[in-house]
């Protein structure tokens, strides 16, 4: 049990990048972290980081077998769940993956929900605006609305996300209004790094692409919804972000006639992971949620009336 101890520290450690901040989720003080790993390196024969006072990085060892090391815990920390599952009640822990602003403005509030809900299951939650391969960066689950698929992974589609173009009227009095798909070449594009300064509208003569020039580019949408409201450009952003400032006026929509395709927010969970209760339980209740309440203009609000446990 103390190697098996050691690999869960170790694991923690690496995927934290400190001792202190794994220490503290822990529970044990530092010097402790630290002498179960200098344990572990003494096994081996071989060290696992690289340790300066700045900064903690995983030696070639370390990085080689940091995810056959994160497979045998998650499979040693299921096994004695299921053992301790007497009463059948769900327990356990979910390492999850959620976008970053989506995440800030609701998922957290719906996964908190469901902690609840679920006394005996604990959540580590990640916010980041990229797509992760699962298996590879040890996650249990991982939303988001890119295309990306991977080998060993199971997509479960979610809830689709409606987007808009609009800008504010200042930028529009200034800018000109667009009146075709191709005008937006010439204006100042906000675009959302993950979806890219491709554009592409859906008219009456079918699918248009556009390629926009970016004035503004970053990875976070309340970041380009903010540099919309102060007239720096034209974005294209999701309803629940932009439907408060389409309501007061603050915002105006462009080229209204014209539709863009939706995302879709899915859930990818690998194979291993994917059978498990407390995943399939946290699934499903995301997918009866996300179903009922729509990625729409009123997500936002609606999150507040979710249901308070899961279905």
Known sequence: MDKFTGMQLFVRVAETGSFSEAARQAGVVPSVMAKRVDQLEWRIRAPLFTRTTRKLYLTDVGERYLPV????????????????????????????????????????????????????????????????????????????????????????????????????????????????????????????????????????????GVQVRSKLRSNDGLALLQAANDGLGIALLADYLVAPGLRSGALCEVLPDMRLPDLWLKAMVPNNRAELPRIRALLEWLSVTLGQLALSEGFVLDVQSAPAQPA
């Not at 497979?71 to 327990?91: F, P, R, S, Y």
């Open 69 to 208: 090391l994160r497979h045998l815990v998650q499979q040693m920390e299921d096994t004695l769940n299921g053992m301790a599952q007497a009463t059948g009640a769900l327990e356990g822990h979910i390492r999850i993956k959620i976008p970053g602003t989506l995440g800030v403005l609701c998922l957290s509030s719906l996964l908190n929900r469901f902690l609840l809900a679920q006394p005996l299951i604990s959540l580590e939650v990640v916010l980041a605006d990229r797509s992760v391969n699962p298996i590879e960066e040890g996650f249990d689950m991982a939303l988001g609305a890119r295309p990306e698929s991977y080998g060993g992974i199971q997509d479960h589609p979610l809830a689709p996300v409606a987007r808009r173009l609009v800008a504010s009227p200042a930028y529009l009095a200034r800018a000109g209004t667009p009146r075709t798909a191709s005008d937006l070449a010439s204006h100042d594009g906000l675009v959302l790094s993950t979806t890219g300064s491709h554009w592409e509208l859906q008219g009456h003569q079918g699918l248009v």
